[in-house]
């Protein structure tokens, strides 16, 4: 008999409500959930199709072993766990654990059993091979916050539902459905803003889903900082700040003065496209404003100057009075305050050592995906030589695929927990089969800490794991006992594991829950939150109308409580991106298209989302084709990094001079939908290396790389 199930979506930052129906252990049917509090009754296609993905075809359901001519084969989890241990002790033997790494993928963020797993056993090995994707998409929050807030984990939210005047700078939230802030329909809560007459202004190099929705100011991919810098240029100027607020909250005005003067209106003007009058407008605007959020994402987030764009964004509002205000940018409230715990404990680190080839500070204990490659080829002591991939394609999804795939060549031992066999766990010794969310306890651990309307929701599996398929962090934790060692970072999780002790993450997450701010602290508490508790409620759980303010001073984490507006790291970059100059081979600029019914670099093997022909595609105005003598039809996009050949569109949303490329695309492996589909990788074209990547915080360089166009199959040099 068919049963109801409530859950929420573990695909995007949105972590919409969804109603599962369950016929004889199957999800037959998803739909969206209408009393879910935050999305109410939105879901969007890709959450909707979840259950083609739990039971396709293709997906990997035993482990399964390389063999010598590159077919794989399946096996037993003892054969495959006990290959697996006894290569990693060789490894060890040989080289100490300090040999051993792991990286992990964008997924994680729904996963928390597994991320406590990858992350203990990172930090049980105490080597400094651990990649995140967080490389590829948001270290630059993270080294941001530590320089303004004095701690990495400081995350404040556009408080949209609020404002009067939303600057979206790099973000496309219509189709996105939010990223680094959790809003319930933030479509419809954008509307809202010109309704009750302010404004949305949205800086894009494309006229995307969300510009043509409200103001669109088109600029030049990667010169974000220049419009930014600029911005907050002509306020010091013209003296359009909150000089209380500033003498009430910060620290270092004249060193802010300083990185300003960098900012030459006329030069920011040319290098973004924008004219200076705007620029001043812009500026005006958002000082006039009773409220103002400032906000920016992906494309602000992955160009060369990453972490002084973000510290621009947040200086933007400091300044004008907007941080920690009703309707300008606010603290979050969350279920677990685990980046509250982890400031205090001094896990949220920034540069406590360095990676041994490139020299680029780690932020929170993980290396850049971009300094990989080099870590496996280049020789000497601490060269990593075995790798445990846990949900990332990196292949496709870190800079320099080509370079990627080499290096991942060349590991003693690679074993990939991956549901598909993609370009990236193709090339692994094993793929071991992992439940997917449908299949596992969740909590949106990442969202819970980011949401405007903050709330708590803890949810059983809806679903059995299909086949042989285990949980991330079981497998996980079956590869550490392997190795003598539990796959926890909590203080004496070593020592109790040597007697038989081990914390599952559920009843780790529990503590900290039962614990925390909202926690029922183990009985004292009358209406405090528990696992078992919220396991038996249907839905989310409301834990305040809107995020507080006026919370400032518990949320600062400098030595002298003062948010530090003066920055000599950030000074420096102003000065590397002062002295940079175009490149007269590669004229254009190229950023990323993301779209609605991808996710990143998989989803691509759901026919249901592929319907229609969906391809792989660039698009340039019809004048810069018309300058490179390029037609609608295949193009070749080469940049000082390597080339591919893709089909290109003429479309007039892209600014003349930019080149869109969808992104994730080129596939290989066993996902024979998504192989089908062709295409080519993004990052063919983009560069790993700690001297490619933003310095301050070792965030990839995807969007601004210069590229240049030609007819495909004509020689371009
Ligand atoms: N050029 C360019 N590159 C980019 C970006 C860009 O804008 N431009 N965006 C970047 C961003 S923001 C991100 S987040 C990264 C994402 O890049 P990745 O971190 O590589 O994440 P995905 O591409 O989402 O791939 C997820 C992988 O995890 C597997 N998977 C899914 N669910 C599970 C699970 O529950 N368990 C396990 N073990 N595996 C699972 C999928 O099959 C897939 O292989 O890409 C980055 N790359
Ligand atoms: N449908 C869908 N939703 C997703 C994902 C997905 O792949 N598909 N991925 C998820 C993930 S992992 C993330 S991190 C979020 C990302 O969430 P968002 O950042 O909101 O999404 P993007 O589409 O990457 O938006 C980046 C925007 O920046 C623009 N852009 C590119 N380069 C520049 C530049 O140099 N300057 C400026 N100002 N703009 C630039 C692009 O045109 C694009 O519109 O989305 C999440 N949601
Ligand atoms: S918007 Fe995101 S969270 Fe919501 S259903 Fe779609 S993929 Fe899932
Ligand atoms: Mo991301």
Same mark, same amino acid.
């Given at each position: ?6 859950t ?38 890709k ?24 077919e ?12 697996i241990?006894?290569?990693l ?12 790494? &792991?990286?992990?993928?964008n ?9 406590l ?9 105490k ?18 916050? /530590? ?67 409200? +103001? ?36 270092? $005005? ?26 001043? +407008? ?11 959020? &400032? ?37 979050p ?33 993980t ?19 075995? $790798? ?6 990196l ?58 309307e ?9 679903v ?17 006992r392997?190795?003598g ?15 038989g ?8 997450? /529990? ?19 528990s ?91 019809? +004048? ?5 003598? &390029? ?87």
């Amino acid at each position: 008999m068919a049963v109801e199930k409530k859950t929420f979506c573990g695909i995007c930052e949105a972590s919409c409500g969804l109603i599962a129906t369950v016929d004889g252990g199957t999800v037959t049917e998803l739909r969206p959930d209408p009393d879910h509090l935050s999305s109410k009754g939105f879901a969007c296609i890709k959450g909707l199709s979840f259950n083609a993905v739990v039971g396709d075809p293709d997906r990997v359901t035993r482990p399964m072993r390389r063999l010598a001519n590159g077919e794989f084969a399946p096996a037993s989890w003892d054969e495959a766990l006990d290959d697996i241990g006894s290569r990693l002790r060789a490894v060890r033997d040989l080289h100490g654990t300090e040999a051993i790494g &792991v990286a992990w993928g964008n997924p994680v963020a729904w996963n928390f059993t597994g991320s406590l797993a990858v992350s203990g056993l990172a930090s049980a090995l105490k080597t400094k091979h651990h990649y995140a994707s967080a490389s590829i998409d948001v270290n630059n929050y993270w080294a941001a916050a /530590d320089m303004t807030y004095g701690a990495t984990t400081v995350n404040v939210l556009p408080d949209f539902a609020h404002t009067d005047f939303a600057l979206i700078v790099g973000a496309n939230p219509v189709v996105s459905h939010g990223s680094l802030v959790t809003t319930g329909r933030i479509r419809d809560v954008l509307r809202e803003i010109p309704k009750r007459g302010g404004r949305v202004v949205v800086v894009d190099p494309r006229r995307t889903e969300t510009a043509r929705m409200f +103001e669109h100011v088109a600029i030049r991919p990667g010169a974000d900082a220049w419009l930014l810098g600029a911005m907050l240029r002509v306020l010091l100027d013209e003296g359009l700040v909150d000089s209380a607020a500033i003498e009430r909250t910060c620290s270092g $005005l004249d060193g802010l003065r300083q990185l300003a003067a960098y900012f030459d209106i006329d030069r920011a003007a040319t290098e973004s496209g924008i004219p200076a009058t705007a620029i001043v +407008e812009l500026a005006r605007s958002l000082a006039a404003s009773p409220t103002a959020s &400032v906000y920016g994402r992906c494309g602000a987030s992955l160009s060369r100057y990453s972490t002084l764009t973000k510290f621009l964004l947040d200086a933007l509002a400091i300044v004008t009075g907007n941080l920690d205000r009703r309707g300008g940018m606010v603290f979050p409230f969350p279920m677990i305050d685990l980046d509250g715990m982890a400031a205090a404990m001094g896990l949220a680190s920034r540069g406590t050592w360095t990676t041994r080839v490139d020299g680029v500070a780690e932020i929170n204990g993980t290396a850049p995906l971009a300094c990989l490659p080099a870590e496996i080829t280049t020789p000497g002591p601490g060269r990593l030589r075995a $790798l445990i991939t846990m949900s990332s394609n990196l292949v496709t999804s870190a800079p320099d695929s080509a370079k990627s795939a080499a290096a991942l060549r060349e590991l003693d031992l690679m074993v990939a927990l991956d549901p598909y066999i993609t370009e990236t766990s193709r090339l692994a010794d094993w793929v071991l089969p992992p439940a997917l969310w449908l299949e596992r306890e969740q909590i949106p651990i990442f969202t819970q800490g980011q949401t405007t309307e903050p709330n708590a929701q803890w949810v059983s599996p809806v679903v059995p794991p299909r086949g042989e398929a285990r949980e991330d962090w079981w497998i996980i934790d079956q590869i550490a006992r392997r190795l003598g060692l539990a796959a926890s970072a909590a203080p004496g999780a070593q020592v109790l594991a040597k007697f038989g002790i081990r914390l599952s993450p559920m009843t780790a997450m /529990d503590l900290l829950l039962r614990m925390g701010p909202h926690g029922d602290r183990f009985g004292l508490r009358r209406n405090g939150l528990s696992r078992k508790k919220l396991l038996s409620t249907e839905g989310a759980v409301t834990l305040a109308e809107s995020c507080p303010v006026g919370v400032l001073a518990e949320k600062i984490h400098t030595p002298d409580g003062r948010i530090r507006l003066s920055q000599p790291e950030l000074i420096a970059e102003a000065q590397r991106m002062c002295a940079e100059t175009d490149s007269a081979d590669y004229p254009l600029r190229l950023f990323t298209i993301r779209e609605l019914r991808s996710h990143n670099s998989w989803l691509h093997n759901v026919p249901r989302l592929m319907s229609g022909g969906r391809r792989c595609r660039a698009f340039v105005h019809p +004048e810069t084709a018309a300058a490179a003598a &390029v037609n609608a039809g295949d193009v070749t996009i080469s940049s000082p990094w390597g080339r591919i050949d893709v089909p290109v569109e003429l479309d007039d949303a892209i600014a003349v001079g930019a080149v869109g490329l969808t992104q994730g695309w080129g596939h290989a492996g066993g996902w024979s939908v998504a192989v089908a589909a062709g295409g080519a990788s993004y990052n063919m074209l983009t560069p790993s290396g700690g001297d490619q990547v933003d310095r301050p915080s070792g965030n990839a360089f995807f969007n601004g790389v210069p590229v240049a166009i030609a007819p495909a199959a004509v020689s371009l040099r």
